[in-house]
Nanobody
């Protein structure tokens, strides 16, 4: 059974940093798109950062230059380094796997989701 487990969330003041990690099982990260999404209270789920099977990365405009996505195909881990955090980054963050090697921003293109980890940024 494929599982994704996130860790590393927490509370931080604006301007601080957090590193999220996602551990996967039962498949290789180099065969699929992997991504981080987030969902704030009362809002829809939005893509934050994507990495395709070939290592290509894409970022939402709101996090470009502040967040970095990385993966380890041997350890089956996916990380999100978040710097210069802002209160508007407050959300539940989810690790997810796509259905193919290429990535898309639509949440319904992702078939496996972790349980989420909460990130709270105070001003």
């Amino acid at each position: 059974q494929v599982q994704l487990v996130e860790s590393g969330g927490g509370s931080v003041q604006a301007g601080g940093s957090l590193r999220l990690s996602c551990a996967g099982s039962a498949y290789s990260y180099n065969s699929y798109c992997m991504a981080w999404f987030r969902q704030a209270p009362g809002k829809g789920r939005e893509g934050v950062a994507l990495v395709d099977a070939f290592g290509g990365t894409r970022y939402a405009a709101s996090v470009e230059g502040r967040f970095t996505i990385s993966k380890d195909n041997v350890k089956n881990t996916l990380d999100l380094q978040m710097n210069s955090l802002k209160p508007e980054d407050t959300a539940m963050y989810y690790c997810t796997r796509g259905a193919s090697r290429s990535c898309a921003w639509a949440a319904d293109m992702y078939t496996i989701w972790g349980q989420g980890t909460q990130v709270t940024v105070s001003s």
